[in-house]
Nanobody, 124 residues
Framework: QVQLVESGGGLVQAGGSLRLSCAAS????????MGWFLQAPGKEREFVAG????????FYADSVKGRFTISRDNAKNTVYLQMNSLQPEDTAVYYC?????????????????WGQGTQVTVSS
């Protein structure tokens, strides 16, 4: 079992940057592919970015390509989301998630474990 704790959210002006972190408990972190999702009020959870077990493969939603970067440090049991050029439409609660399934990186339903979320608010 994995417990995930996000941090790094906050309030930032448009054009600014934030770096989200997700710390995982347990000694099997490297066996999980990881993802970041967002959920805005009244909307469904959306895929933002995903990363494979060894960082070789990364995936991004079209809306964040070129602005966000996902990375992981298996020695620190942590996955990161560097968010640059933030826009008001990026405002949401951001969640990290872990999965063992090999397929479905963009599908929130295949993820096994979730963090509690961290709020990101971008002001115009």
């Amino acid at each position: 079992q994995v417990q995930l704790v996000e941090s790094g959210g906050g309030l930032v002006q448009a054009g600014g940057s934030l770096r989200l972190s997700c710390a995982a408990s347990g000694r099997t972190f490297s066996s999980y592919a990881m993802g970041w999702f967002l959920q805005a009020p009244g909307k469904e959870r959306e895929f933002v970015a995903g990363i494979g077990r060894s960082s070789v493969n990364t995936f991004y939603a079209d809306s964040v390509k070129g602005r966000f970067t996902i990375s992981r440090d298996n020695a620190k049991n942590t996955v990161y989301l560097q968010m640059n050029s933030l826009q008001p439409e990026d405002t949401a609660v951001y969640y990290c998630a872990a999965k063992t399934a090999t397929l479905g990186v963009t599908d929130y339903q295949v993820y096994d474990y979730w963090g509690q979320g961290t709020q990101v608010t971008v002001s115009s």
